[in-house]
């Protein structure tokens, strides 16, 4: 491939080096320019242009990918089409991600020209989740290379689908330990299980020692259960504790005590009758990622986990700070501690179909459209920058915010619903924002205090990364979200907002009550009316 300023009258068939803007059309970069490109570009006063041209033997940026992404699948993962010389690769079904690490470092050593990136081997992902996506980073690359790239990385991605389980809970008690306590537990296990369709098909409470806990064990077996989980009142600390002595009364097999992940440091993994047996670790109590979570995925997903595969989780094995450790240095980095940027994402993309014939977001109060009194007064709080996320009528909604200092970005899928509006938004939060607060754009009664409020409860040091504004106890709008949150919210879909986000991250939330702003939106046309509005002239669907 040959990168040259050429005469436009010279560079049909050549790829387009460089974005144009002409008369109020974008050419991309990349884009093989046709008999009508280069008649607007003439148009335009342009004589040179600098174009790509392939040598014999190139492949196309956008092939290149499709087969590099192709070679990878092995098995129930969905490609999107090639665009701009990438495809993501998404998952089919809920499961565990799965990745020949080895695979993927050979590939992207063959040449700088060929990228493939993934998700972390073992991830556990819901359905529609991107789990890696092949990028060539020029506009063509021999064809040579991306033969070897296609034996190199065959079949190096996959989901291991989730299998629905029948699953028995064994609890032990101990005067110390309340019911609440082990209400929780099973509810928090109930949700754990979800995911996969598993459920518990009973829970046996039973007596701290051996002889009970080999019992209920033996029960679940005769009823069919397809797993066991055993939680101890008291924490198993060693190999002829309570429950690994109950596995071998039952007739199991322990095949490990003991796990590089903490927390997790105490879960124990055995077989009864080729049923698998976990003995809990306390921290299997909180929803909190840990290390049960690990091996509870690859079972569901009948991964093998082997004693190799729980000594091998040493090295990203730690998941969080043990509170009992001297940490001088966190009332130093407490400090100094910088100021989060949280950016502000506007949805201004919707039909607002229950208006009828009116766009709400041009419609106006006080003389001034909706979109703009929602826009100005998130520039006038405390947000790093504002964002506006356009769909329906964009044209006219980038008009009534002229003059304000926003970043427009377009969503052409916007008749999908929300979903897409949001996904929209978060892909172009700035790289350097900590965290984004989703806006809508017909809610008049909030305003900046409101706004500044729900930013100063952000606090991911204390765990609260999701900000959540109430009234009388009820949630509303807008929601904060912490950018670790950002690859769930890519993958909404619908036209339904991130409430259940809210609700499976509970122990995250934090709520902040601004009174009837959070919940008033405009919505109907007699909602426009009791806030004072009215539908603009021209402004009608």
């Given at each position: ?61 956008d092939a290149a990918a499709d087969r590099l992404a192709r070679a990878a699948d092995g098995g129930n993962i969905r490609r999107d089409p090639a665009f701009t010389g990438r495809v993501n ?271 709400k977001l041009l419609a106006e109060i006080g003389g001034k459209p909706l979109v703009r009194i929602a826009t100005e007064t998130a520039l006038a709080s405390g947000l790093s920058g504002v ?155």
């Amino acid at each position: 491939m040959k990168f040259a300023p050429l005469p436009v009258k010279d560079a049909e068939g050549a790829l387009l080096a460089h974005s144009l803007k002409l008369d109020g059309r974008a050419l991309k970069k990349g884009r093989r320019l046709s008999a009508e490109d280069i008649a607007l570009i003439a148009s335009a006063g342009i004589r040179e242009i600098v174009v790509a041209k392939l040598d014999a033997g190139d492949l196309h940026e956008d092939a290149a990918a499709d087969r590099l992404a192709r070679a990878a699948d092995g098995g129930n993962i969905r490609r999107d089409p090639a665009f701009t010389g990438r495809v993501n690769l998404f998952a089919r079904e809920a499961g565990v991600f799965t990745v020949d690490k080895a695979s993927v470092d050979a590939v992207n050593r063959i040449d700088p020209a060929i990228t493939f990136a993934t998700l972390e081997n073992f991830t556990s992902v819901d359905k529609g989740r991107m789990v890696a996506t092949a990028k060539i980073i020029p506009f063509a690359v021999a064809e040579k290379l991306v033969e070897e790239a296609e034996t190199t990385v065959l079949d190096a991605v996959m989901i291991a689908p989730y299998r629905a389980r029948r699953v028995g809970l064994v609890a032990t008690e101990l005067e110390h330990l309340k019911p609440s306590v082990m209400d929780k537990t099973r509810r928090i296990t109930e949700e754990r299980l979800a995911a996969s369709g598993s459920e518990i098909i009973s829970e046996l409470r039973v007596e701290h020692e051996a002889a009970a806990v080999a019992m209920a064990m033996l029960q679940f077996r005769d009823m069919g259960a397809e797993m066991i989980i055993a939680f101890g009142a008291s924490a198993i600390v060693d190999r002829l504790d309570v429950i690994p002595s109950a596995i071998d009364s039952a007739g199991g097999e322990v095949i490990h005590f003991g796990m590089p992940v903490d927390p997790g440091n105490l879960l124990l993994l055995a077989d009864l009758d080729g049923i698998p047996v976990i003995g809990a670790p306390g921290c299997a109590r909180s929803p909190k990622e840990n290390g049960f979570d690990w091996v509870l995925n690859r079972l569901i997903a009948d991964l093998p986990v082997t004693v190799h595969d729980i000594t091998g989780l040493g090295v990203g094995g730690l998941l969080m700070e043990i509170g009992t450790r001297p940490q001088p240095r966190e009332k130093k980095r407490e400090t100094v501690q910088r100021k989060r940027k949280v950016a502000g994402v506007q949805l201004a993309g919707g039909r607002s179909r229950r208006m009828g014939a009116v766009n709400k977001l041009l419609a106006e109060i006080g003389g001034k459209p909706l979109v703009r009194i929602a826009t100005e007064t998130a520039l006038a709080s405390g947000l790093s920058g504002v964002t506006v996320v356009t769909g329906h009528m964009h044209e006219d909604v980038e008009r009534a915010l002229s003059g304000l200092d926003v970043t427009f970005t377009h969503n052409p899928d916007y008749g999908e619903g929300i979903a897409s509006t949001i996904r929209c938004g978060i892909r172009a939060v700035p790289s350097d924002a900590d965290a984004a607060l989703v806006l809508l754009s017909d809610m008049p009664g909030l305003t900046e205090d409101m706004i500044d409020l729900i930013i100063a409860a952000y606090d991911p040091g204390n765990g609260k990364t999701i900000v959540v504004p109430t009234v009388a106890g009820k949630r509303g709008n807008p929601v904060l979200w912490d950018r670790r949150y950002f690859p769930d919210l890519l993958r909404l879909e619908g036209d339904i907002g991130a409430r259940h986000l809210i609700a499976r991250h509970a122990d995250q939330v934090a709520e902040v009550e601004i009174g009837e702003a959070a919940r008033l939106d405009v919505d109907t046309p007699e909602a426009l009316a009791a806030a004072g509005g009215s539908a603009a002239p021209g402004r009608d669907l």
